[in-house]
C-alpha cells in the first residue's frame, strides 16, 4: 500500500544539521580522517552534581505536570532574574523536552507570519513550513556583525499587514555567534513595541558567552512582548537529556492555557528523572558555575583561533562573542572558485568535504541568498573532557597553546588555506 503523506511534512528535508552529523561520523567509521566542523554539540561532560541528581532520581517513573515540576520551574524563575534580571513568574514557565519542541509549539499557535533574520536557525524556517507559516527573512549585514538592526526590522514590519507578527531572535547567535549590544536591544524592542511583534528569544547560548559585551537577553527592554527559551543542552552540555524551557510573560498569559492544553495531548510531560537532574543547575548554580565558565572560556578561545585564522587564509569572518560557532565567507576568492564550477555554498561546502576531509554547512540552509559564498562553522571538534584538564584552569590560553589545544581544527584550518591555493 502506498502512504499518503500530509506534503507539509513529506516536502521536509532531514534537518541539515543532524544530517551533516551522520555524513561525517559515517565517513570517519569508513576510515575517512574528517575534520567535523558541522555539528554544534557541546563536546563537554555533563557538569557533576547533575550527573549526580541524575543517578539518585533514577527510581522516579510518575508522569509530571505537564508544565514541569514546580521546584525545578521556580528555580528556573529566580535563576534567571539573579543571572539576567529577568521578572518572570514561576507560574509562567513551562519545561519542555528541549527548547526546540517548544519553540515549534509557541510557532504553531501564535497567529500571524514569522520573521527570522538570516542568518539563522535551520529548524525555524521547517517549522514555520509545517504549520503553513508565511516565513519572513531579513538579510543582515556582515557590517553590523550579521545583528538584526531596528531599522532592517521596522522596515520589513512596515510592510506587513498581519496585525501579529513574531520575530524569533536568537542571541547569542547561531550560526554567527554574534551577540547583540543593549542599545541594539533597546532599539528592536522599540520597534517591536510599534508593530506589535511578540518576540521569541532563543537564549539557549545565553551562558555560552565569552566577549567583551555582557549577554542581556531582549526581555530586559521588551517584557512585555517577549518569550524567553532556553535550556540545558549547550551551557550544561546536556543536549541528549532533552530538557528546555520558555517563559511567558504576564501581558502574554492568555497562551498558557492553549500551550499546557498542546503539551497534554502531545508530550505530556518531560521525563521525570531528567528534571529532578538539572534542579542542582539552577537552583545552586555556584556548584556549576566554575564548570560552565571554564567551557565558555574554552569555547570563546576556540572561536578566536578559527576567526584569526580565517582572516589569514583570506575569508571574511566576525568574531564569536558567544556560541560556539562561526560564518565565515569565501565571497575574496569568488572568481576562483566559480573557475572550478562553484557558484553556490551547497556546491562549496560538498566539494570541500569531498576534497579536504572538512565538514560545514552550506550558508544557505540558515537562509542566506542562493550565490552567498559562506559556510557555518562549529568549532568544537575536540575531547572536551580532555580538554578541561589541559586548559588553563585561570581560561585564559594565550595564543601560543592555540594549536596543541585544537588539533582538529588547526589541521582543518591548514586544510582549507591549501585547498584555496
Ligand atoms: C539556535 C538554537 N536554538 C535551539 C536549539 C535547540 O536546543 P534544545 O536542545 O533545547 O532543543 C539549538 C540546538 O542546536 C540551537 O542551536
Same mark, same amino acid.
Given at each position: 500500500?502506498?502512504p499518503?503523506?500530509n506534503?507539509q511534512?513529506?516536502n521536509?528535508?532531514?534537518?541539515?544539521t543532524l544530517?551533516i552529523?551522520?555524513?561525517?561520523?559515517?565517513l570517519?567509521?569508513? @576510515?575517512q580522517d574528517?575534520c567535523?566542523l558541522g555539528?554544534g554539540?557541546?563536546p563537554f561532560?555533563?557538569?557533576?552534581p547533575m550527573q549526580?541528581a541524575?543517578r539518585? $532520581?533514577a527510581?522516579r517513573?510518575?508522569?509530571?505536570s505537564?508544565l514541569g515540576?514546580?521546584e525545578l520551574?521556580?528555580a528556573?524563575?529566580?535563576?534567571?532574574?539573579?543571572?539576567?534580571?529577568y521578572?518572570y513568574?514561576?507560574? $509562567?514557565?513551562f519545561?519542555?523536552?528541549?527548547s526546540?519542541e517548544?519553540?515549534?509549539?509557541?510557532v504553531?499557535?501564535?497567529?500571524g507570519?514569522?520573521?527570522?533574520p538570516a542568518?539563522s536557525?535551520v529548524s525555524?524556517g521547517p517549522?514555520?513550513?509545517?504549520r503553513s507559516?508565511?516565513?519572513?527573512?531579513?538579510t543582515t549585514?556582515i557590517k553590523n556583525?550579521?545583528?538584526?538592526?531596528?531599522e532592517?526590522?521596522?522596515k520589513t514590519?512596515?510592510?506587513?499587514e498581519s496585525?501579529?507578527?513574531?520575530?524569533?531572535?536568537n542571541?547569542?547567535?547561531?550560526?554567527?555567534g554574534?551577540?547583540?549590544t543593549?542599545d541594539e536591544?533597546r532599539?528592536l524592542?522599540?520597534v517591536?513595541?510599534?508593530? @506589535?511583534?511578540?518576540?521569541?528569544?532563543?537564549?539557549?547560548?545565553a551562558?555560552?558567552?565569552f @566577549?567583551e559585551?555582557?549577554f542581556e537577553?531582549i526581555?530586559?527592554?521588551y517584557p512585555e512582548?517577549?518569550?524567553t527559551?532556553?535550556g540545558?543542552s549547550?551551557?550544561?552540555?546536556?543536549?541528549?537529556?532533552?530538557? @528546555?524551557?520558555a517563559m511567558?510573560?504576564?501581558?502574554?498569559?492568555?497562551?498558557?492555557r492553549?500551550?499546557?492544553?498542546?503539551?497534554?495531548?502531545?508530550?505530556s510531560c518531560v521525563?521525570?528523572?531528567?528534571?529532578?537532574a538539572?534542579?542542582?543547575?539552577?537552583? $545552586?548554580?555556584?556548584?556549576?558555575?566554575k564548570?560552565?565558565?571554564l567551557c565558555?572560556?574554552?569555547?570563546?578561545a576556540?572561536g578566536?583561533f578559527?576567526?584569526?585564522r580565517f582572516?589569514?587564509i583570506g575569508?571574511n569572518?566576525?568574531?564569536?562573542q558567544?556560541?560556539?560557532y562561526l560564518?565565515?565567507d569565501?565571497?575574496?576568492?569568488?572568481?576562483?572558485l566559480s573557475?572550478?564550477?562553484?557558484s553556490s555554498s551547497q556546491?562549496?561546502?560538498k566539494?570541500?568535504l569531498?576534497?579536504t576531509?572538512v565538514?560545514?554547512?552550506?550558508?544557505a540552509?540558515?537562509y542566506?541568498p542562493?550565490?552567498f559564498l559562506?559556510?557555518?562553522?562549529a568549532?568544537?571538534?575536540y575531547?572536551?573532557?580532555?580538554?578541561?584538564?589541559?586548559f588553563p584552569?585561570?581560561g585564559?590560553a594565550?595564543?601560543?597553546?592555540y594549536?596543541?589545544?585544537f588539533p582538529?581544527?588547526a589541521?582543518a584550518?591548514?586544510?582549507?588555506e591549501?585547498?584555496?591555493?
Amino acid at each position: 500500500m502506498q502512504p499518503i503523506i500530509n506534503s507539509q511534512i513529506s516536502n521536509l528535508k532531514e534537518s541539515a544539521t543532524l544530517f551533516i552529523n551522520q555524513l561525517a561520523l559515517k565517513l570517519r567509521s569508513e @576510515g575517512q580522517d574528517i575534520c567535523h566542523l558541522g555539528f554544534g554539540e557541546s563536546p563537554f561532560p555533563v557538569p557533576e552534581p547533575m550527573q549526580a541528581a541524575l543517578r539518585e $532520581n533514577a527510581w522516579r517513573k510518575q508522569y509530571i505536570s505537564g508544565l514541569g515540576l514546580a521546584e525545578l520551574r521556580q528555580a528556573v524563575a529566580v535563576f534567571c532574574k539573579n543571572e539576567f534580571g529577568y521578572n518572570y513568574s514561576f507560574e $509562567n514557565i513551562f519545561i519542555g523536552p528541549g527548547s526546540k519542541e517548544l519553540i515549534f509549539q509557541l510557532v504553531y499557535l501564535l497567529e500571524g507570519p514569522l520573521i527570522v533574520p538570516a542568518p539563522s536557525w535551520v529548524s525555524y524556517g521547517p517549522q514555520a513550513k509545517i504549520r503553513s507559516k508565511t516565513f519572513i527573512t531579513i538579510t543582515t549585514d556582515i557590517k553590523n556583525g550579521y545583528r538584526l538592526q531596528a531599522e532592517e526590522l521596522d522596515k520589513t514590519c512596515s510592510g506587513l499587514e498581519s496585525p501579529q507578527k513574531i520575530l524569533i531572535l536568537n542571541n547569542p547567535s547561531n550560526p554567527t555567534g554574534s551577540v547583540h549590544t543593549p542599545d541594539e536591544l533597546r532599539a528592536l524592542a522599540e520597534v517591536c513595541r510599534k508593530h @506589535g511583534v511578540i518576540v521569541i528569544s532563543d537564549e539557549i547560548y545565553a551562558l555560552t558567552n565569552f @566577549g567583551e559585551i555582557p549577554f542581556e537577553g531582549i526581555a530586559r527592554y521588551y517584557p512585555e512582548g517577549t518569550i524567553t527559551t532556553s535550556g540545558v543542552s549547550k551551557a550544561f552540555s546536556a543536549g541528549g537529556w532533552r530538557l @528546555g524551557f520558555a517563559m511567558i510573560p504576564d501581558e502574554l498569559s492568555e497562551i498558557k492555557r492553549p500551550l499546557s492544553a498542546f503539551v497534554s495531548e502531545t508530550f505530556s510531560c518531560v521525563s521525570a528523572p531528567i528534571q529532578y537532574a538539572v534542579l542542582p543547575g539552577f537552583k $545552586n548554580y555556584e556548584s556549576v558555575r566554575k564548570h560552565v565558565e571554564l567551557c565558555s572560556a574554552i569555547h570563546g578561545a576556540a572561536g578566536k583561533f578559527l576567526q584569526q585564522r580565517f582572516v589569514e587564509i583570506g575569508l571574511n569572518c566576525p568574531e564569536p562573542q558567544g556560541a560556539f560557532y562561526l560564518f565565515p565567507d569565501f565571497e575574496n576568492f569568488k572568481d576562483m572558485l566559480s573557475s572550478r564550477g562553484i557558484s553556490s555554498s551547497q556546491e562549496l561546502s560538498k566539494r570541500i568535504l569531498e576534497e579536504t576531509g572538512v565538514a560545514l554547512l552550506p550558508g544557505a540552509d540558515f537562509y542566506m541568498p542562493d550565490d552567498f559564498l559562506g559556510v557555518r562553522v562549529a568549532s568544537v571538534d575536540y575531547d572536551g573532557a580532555q580538554l578541561m584538564q589541559n586548559f588553563p584552569q585561570s581560561g585564559k590560553a594565550s595564543p601560543e597553546m592555540y594549536t596543541s589545544l585544537f588539533p582538529k581544527l588547526a589541521d582543518a584550518c591548514e586544510r582549507l588555506e591549501k585547498w584555496l591555493q
